[in-house]
């Protein structure tokens, strides 16, 4: 059995928050894989399912981001889980918008979710960081990270969630790498489909005319630069 938590707070004046993107996570894994409906326990809200053969537990803790551990332990007690059964989905201001990483332990780097499930069960769970970038001033992180995300994010997030939850069959088995791969083929999928084949392997001249064929790569670099700059 695995089980996945998402750390956020709980509430609609949060729930848009870039802090919120581990529930996000989790909530898109429910309703992708058809798991069932969510219910109030163990100081929060779980969700049931399965991946295959393998039972799977999505937690939302209700205890506000700095007591999320409280919520995690109970629920690990209960279902007789060790930390290394567990998965964590979170916000990380030292990774771009949009990039995902995932890493086995480590330290808290001032995320008070993760130092509280430190000190509640331990450093050795499994963690998937969810890029929300930095402000650029430690003075602006807190309205940073409490603040709702933007329209501009939107299209980054959508890819990102969705990778997430086409990948997470793959992280309840430990394959870390093809989590990782299906993530990556959803927020920077191949791009040779971009280039229009050439007049001579064609055999006849491209569709668009010459005025406007230098525009679509300028546009799509547009856009992906748009999209990594904020």
């Not at 997470?168 to 870390?176: R, S, V, Y």
């Not at 280039?195 to 547009?222: F, H, N, V």
């Amino acid at each position: 059995m695995k089980l996945f938590v998402g750390l956020g707070n709980p509430g609609a004046k949060y729930a848009k928050n870039r802090h919120n993107i581990g529930f996000m996570a989790v909530e898109r894994i429910a309703v992708e894989h058809g798991f069932g409906p969510w219910r109030a326990k163990f100081q929060g809200e779980l969700s049931e399912g399965r991946f295959g053969s393998t039972k799977a537990l999505l937690l939302k803790p209700a205890t506000f981001m700095n007591k999320s551990g409280q919520s995690v332990g109970e629920a690990m007690r209960f279902y007789k889980l060790t930390a290394e059964d567990v998965v964590v989905f979170y916000d990380e201001l030292d990774l771009a918008p949009g990039k995902c990483r995932v890493k086995q332990g480590g330290g808290t780097a001032g995320h008070n979710g993760i130092r509280s499930l430190h000190a509640h069960i331990g450093p050795e769970y499994t963690r998937v960081r969810l890029g929300i970038g930095h402000p650029g001033d430690k003075r602006l992180v807190s309205n940073h990270v409490l603040g709702d995300f933007a329209k501009a994010d939107l299209a980054w997030l959508e890819d990102l969630l969705r990778g997430i939850a086409e990948g997470t069959p793959q992280l309840a088995k430990g394959e870390d790498a093809r989590f990782m791969n299906a993530v990556a083929l959803r927020t920077a999928p191949p791009r040779s489909s971009d280039k229009a084949p050439k007049p001579e392997a064609a055999g006849k001249p491209p569709p668009a005319p010459k005025a406007e064929s230098p525009q679509e790569p300028q546009s799509k670099l547009q856009q992906l630069l748009n999209k990594f700059a904020r």
